[in-house]
């Protein structure tokens, strides 16, 4: 007598995911989705980084309300940032950017990116330049 491939008996389960017990189905149907859920959201949060330079330009209407300012990173880029509600208002009371204009103190914003508008979050003094750095002789 030949043996061929008999149909399952009870009990007995072909391999397949469609043979997984319902129990096994929807867990892994659960982790599917927990897992789109944890993508998605990663790829919606809004982008944010910070930027470090000396401020060029402050857009205001008074010294209490700047609407937007720029910088002028270390490489020569600029970059224009709006002004958000900053964490630090007190530390960093948004006037305090005019006064860096004058110092050529640098401020390190961090930013988030809201509709593709590169908005300050927060504010802080940067490093002050050392003057007395010189390149090393090697």
Known sequence: MCRGHAAPRAGQHRSGILTLPIARRLFLLA?????????VSVAMAPRTGTATGVVVA?????LTNVTAFTIRESGGRTRR??????????EFP????????AS???VVVTWRDEG???????????PIPSRDATPDAT
């Open 94 to 101: 948004p006037g305090h950017l005019v006064e860096h204009i």
């Open 81 to 90: 940032f709006v002004m958000g509600a900053l964490q630090n208002p007190t």
């Open 116 to 126: 593709g508008v590169a908005t300050a979050i927060r504010i802080v003094d940067g």
């Open 31 to 39: 982790a599917l989705v927990g897992l789109a859920g944890i993508v």
């Open 58 to 62: 402050v857009d205001s209407t008074s």
């Open 104 to 106: 050529g103190v640098p």
